[in-house]
């Protein structure tokens, strides 16, 4: 394919967004953008400038100055590849916080669409469809019951020796689909154009297979 075209998956937590569109992106060798590790970027740099935790000219200048993209799954931040330097628990709160300022969503936000309008990029998250990459040429939504996103996820904390139970993640589950669709500002939400896809009953090559087979 040597058009450009944007692939858009928006869903609940636990849905399988982000492995779904890694193995997508790789079939089609397209890039997929990361936009958790485009706020743990920004984390990164503030931190290594001294920036304070505030949404202020100084972090404004910041960001006029800021530029991310990926590459071959790696992270660049102003050219320096960044992957592995943004994987910290450290980084990983500054990316939190910094992402409950507007003027940090609204660089980014520009970003991801500066790099859907100049190479072809899979995006997943809560508003891709709806907000990020409106005219996306293919949006969908991937869900799957709260009980079997609970489910997977529960089985990964137990691999990871961790001892929540099922019914605490479940209880986490519907908490977090409560918070993303009823929050003020791009609540989750399926984009009208977007093909829903359901995957409790579906393993993932099934879905990977489901997305690969509608691109033109």
Do not use: W
């Not at 799954?73 to 992402?99: F, M, P």
């Not at 899979?122 to 009980?147: F, Q, S």
């Not at 997977?152 to 137990?158: A, G, I, S, T, V």
């Amino acid at each position: 394919m040597n058009k450009i075209f944007q692939i858009a998956i928006d869903g609940p937590s636990g849905a399988g967004k982000s492995t779904i569109a890694k193995r997508v992106a790789k079939e089609l060798a397209i890039d997929y953008i990361d936009t958790g590790a485009m706020y743990r970027a920004v984390g990164l740099k503030m931190l290594r400038n001294g920036i304070p935790m505030e949404e202020n000219e100084v972090l404004q200048k910041m960001l006029d100055e800021t530029d991310v993209d990926f590459e071959n799954e790696r992270v660049y931040l102003d050219g320096e590849d960044v992957s592995d330097l943004i994987r910290t628990q450290e980084i990983s709160k500054q990316a939190s916080d910094c992402s409950a300022f507007a003027i940090v969503r609204n660089k980014l936000v520009e970003l991801q669409q500066n790099m859907g309008k100049r190479k072809s990029v899979i995006m997943d998250g809560r508003d891709i469809g709806t907000v990020v990459l409106k005219d996306a040429e293919y949006k969908y939504y991937l869900t799957a019951t709260p009980e079997e996103r609970a489910m997977r996820r529960f089985k990964e904390l137990q691999a990871k020796g961790s001892g929540e139970t099922y019914e605490q993640v479940l209880e986490d589950v519907n908490k977090r689909d409560y918070n993303d669709m009823h929050r003020a500002v791009t609540p989750l939400r399926q984009a009208e154009d977007a093909v829903l896809i359901d995957s409790t009953n579906m393993t993932i090559d099934e879905v990977v297979e489901f997305i690969i087979s509608n691109i033109k």
